[in-house]
């Protein structure tokens, strides 16, 4: 089993409409979660983290934590076309004190 | 200010070459990681820093990498000989510290190994 699991996607959203990624994660320990967005040929940049359970909202942004579950998400709202990137779900594994990645879904958002 | 650099962005060699890149941090990020990123795949850790010392080499292919960090700011990541396994990118981080999970990466070291 993966420390850190995602779908790989694609998943296509139209325009305007709510983009839903989920991670799901191993280490029942683990107390930080992140969600990175990486366009094409860039490197990941940080856009939400989340110590606690319940939803953190940013702008169109909402993350979602469930320990008991083991498991996170992203909604977007509104998803935009400049949305359309691959999202990586980190995670940190508090056995070995490092930050894991997920591989990434890919999201396209279709005008 | 000025956010993580890395050089160089492209490096094209040959099998059995060595190749080197670097990376300057965010001014007061104590925590330097390395990240080795294929295509369709997330970031794999390969080396932490905590200010010069590697507290974390475990992923690390030590027959052929090597890194250091010299006086805690500027990083260097070596590869010699290189595989055409290793192409890939090679991404630069620095953090705050180890606690915050938030990473500042750099543009990325994309490898061709030939």
């Known amino acids: 089993q993966k420390e850190v699991e995602q779908n790989s996607g694609p998943l296509s959203v139209p325009e305007g409409a709510i983009a839903s990624l989920n991670c799901t994660y191993s280490d029942r320990g683990s107390q930080s979660f992140f969600w990175y967005r990486q366009y094409s040929g860039k490197s990941p940049e940080l856009i939400m983290s989340i110590y606690s359970n319940g939803d953190k909202e940013d702008g169109r942004f909402t993350a979602q934590l469930n320990k008991a579950s083991q498991y996170v998400s992203l909604l977007i709202r509104d998803s935009q076309p400049s949305d359309s990137a691959t999202y990586l779900c980190?995670?940190?594994?508090?056995?070995?004190?490092?930050?894991?990645f997920g591989s990434g879904t890919r999201l396209s958002i279709r005008p | 200010e000025a956010g993580v650099v890395q050089s160089p962005r492209y490096k094209i060699i040959e099998k059995k070459q060595p190749v080197a890149f670097w990376c300057n941090p965010i001014?007061?990020?104590?925590?330097l990681y390395w990240y080795l990123q294929n295509l369709g795949q997330g970031p794999e850790l390969l080396i932490r820093?905590?200010?010069?010392?590697?507290?974390?080499d475990s992923q690390l292919p030590k027959d052929r990498f090597s890194a250091e960090r010299l006086k805690g700011v500027d990083s260097t990541l070596k590869i010699q000989p290189a595989e055409l396994g290793d192409s890939a990118v090679y991404l630069c981080?620095?953090?705050?510290?180890?606690?915050?999970?938030?990473?500042?990466f750099g543009e990325g070291s994309r490898l061709t190994v030939l």
């Open positions: 981080a620095s953090s705050l510290g180890q606690e915050t999970g938030e990473l500042f």
């Open positions: 001014s007061g990020h104590n925590t």
């Open positions: 980190a995670v940190t594994v508090s056995s070995a004190s490092k930050i894991i």
């Open positions: 820093y905590e200010n010069e010392e590697a507290v974390d």
